[in-house]
Nanobody, 123 residues
């Protein structure tokens, strides 16, 4: 199937920046959509940003203008550049990929999640 490994989380002061990375591996035929979601304590997981192959990025209103999603197709990697961070951005950030993969018997499409990266914005 497909494995997603995230990196780049941490502690940052308000107004600071962080960059998250998510690398996909496995028997991948195509990464159709890659995106970032986040979940704060006591809240539901929600979309932060997503980008389809060859498409335009889509952002949550709360992060538009501060966060930038990008992808490197050659490396099967998606990035989330987070600038002007606020305390309310504190959450666990999850990478998600909708991928077509070789199951060994046929090509299938499914959703896959990374393990999560903690982002804490605090002074």
């Amino acid at each position: 199937q497909v494995q997603l490994v995230e990196s780049g989380g941490g502690l940052v002061q308000p107004g600071g920046s962080l960059r998250l990375s998510c690398a996909a591996s496995g028997r991948i035929a195509s990464l159709n959509v890659m995106g970032w979601y986040r979940q704060a304590p006591g809240k539901q997981r929600g979309l932060v940003a997503a980008i389809a192959s060859g498409g335009l990025p889509n952002y949550a209103d709360s992060v538009r203008g501060r966060f930038t999603i990008s992808r490197d197709s050659a490396k099967n990697t998606v990035y989330l550049q987070m600038n002007s961070l606020k305390p309310e951005d504190t959450a666990v950030y999850y990478c998600k990929a909708t991928a077509t993969y070789d199951s060994g018997r046929q090509f299938m499409t499914g959703d896959f999640w990374g393990q999560g990266a903690q982002v804490t914005v605090s002074s």
